[in-house]
């Protein structure tokens, strides 16, 4: 038995990863994956992420074109289980397979909150999809709730994280940071949803508690310019910092005292356990998605910021993160890789696709 995992592209984001990571593991537990990406990335980072022996393939084709191809792997593994990351290749399989043109068992894993984040014609095209899949996959319950609300008929659903390799090594331990100059860290793409500009607008704020505080800015994206801009014009810049993409975010997990997530939203923020893993505290925007489901799981409820009081609650907050026991944070971690373990999600996954 074989599982095909398609997906757009292995660009840098979280789906991207959960890609990498999921493969990585099922190899390494014997089984039978390949992954098929529509497009080239626009850059190499999740690549990287994938081990050598996983075989990859890229079709160079959008998902309405992709058709032919798509047929003719699905009749070199005919029977076997698919399970896609794209919305927009699901949709064309899903029709192909109500067409009778394909018999895989069909499985779809969404990640965001669908009344959100889809215009009311993908999300006409979802609830036509869902009835014909074999199995969902969702990474928060806030997500499965959205999806239930469509009141269409849903095959069986299941709620997996993202896995965290990370979190399989033993933990590096919390220091006990410097509580006059903290380092914060926000590791994330630079576009608007993300929330580095209020970040920016809080940091001053910041200061005038902890003046020797330092951010950095790990990620880039169509922000940047207006980012560096806004730094520029709050009088901050010396206290930001703005490093890129990184392939390899652990040295600057590993630096960092408190790792901060802004976002407007977030399905499953790999960043969580992945500053956790590298032994960084966390403070968190309390925005829609799984942030807080997965926060609270972990006993970390009181490090959520509400984004309607944001820049008024943040430096309170930040005092407390930094004061709270290593203990607590040990603790947290110790949650988190019980419930981001790759190996208990790529059993999950393979137990339910091959049923």
Aim: with cysteine; glycine share 6%.
């Amino acid at each position: 038995m074989q599982l095909t995992i398609l997906i757009t592209a292995m660009d840098t984001g979280g789906m991207e990863r959960f890609a990498a990571n999921l493969c990585n593991t099922l190899l390494s537990q014997k089984r039978e994956v390949r992954l098929i990406a529509l497009n080239d990335a626009k850059n190499t980072g999740s690549v990287q992420w994938l081990e050598d022996r996983v075989p990859f393939q890229v079709l160079h084709r959008r998902a309405r074109w992709a058709v032919p191809k798509l047929l003719r792997l699905s009749r070199e593994h005919p029977g076997e289980p698919v399970l896609v990351l794209s919305l927009e290749i699901a949709v064309v399989l899903g029709h192909l397979k109500r067409l009778g043109l394909i018999r895989n068992p069909l499985f779809y894993r969404e990640s965001t909150d669908v009344r959100s984040h889809l215009n009311p014609a993908w999300t006409r095209r979802l609830t036509r999809l869902l009835p014909r899949l074999d199995g969902l996959f969702v990474q928060s319950r806030t997500v499965e709730a959205d999806i239930i609300s469509l009141g269409v008929p849903l095959p069986p659903v299941t709620c997996i994280p993202n896995p965290c390799p990370a979190l399989t090594l033993p933990s590096p331990g919390f220091n006990i940071p410097n509580p006059s100059a903290p380092r914060l860290l926000c590791v994330a793409r630079l576009e608007k949803i993300k929330g580095q500009e209020r970040l920016l607008n809080t940091l001053p704020g910041i200061l005038q508690v902890f003046p020797g505080a330092t951010l950095t800015l790990l990620g880039d994206g169509s922000m940047r310019k207006q980012l560096e801009q806004n730094a520029h014009d709050l009088g901050i810049s010396g206290q930001v910092v703005f490093a890129g993409f990184q392939e390899n975010p652990a040295p600057y997990y590993a630096q960092a005292d408190v790792m901060m997530v802004p976002s407007d939203y977030e399905g499953f923020p790999n960043v969580i356990p992945e500053a956790l893993a590298h032994g960084c505290r966390l403070l968190c925007a309390d925005a829609p998605g799984g942030i807080r489901e997965i926060m609270e799981a972990c006993g970390l409820g009181a490090f959520l910021i509400p984004l309607s009081d944001f820049s008024g609650a943040l430096p309170s907050a930040l005092r407390d993160c930094l004061a709270a026991p290593s203990s607590l944070w040990e603790s947290a971690r110790t949650r988190m890789a019980e419930t981001c373990a790759p190996e208990a999600v790529a059993n999950v996954v393979w137990d339910l696709v091959t049923a």
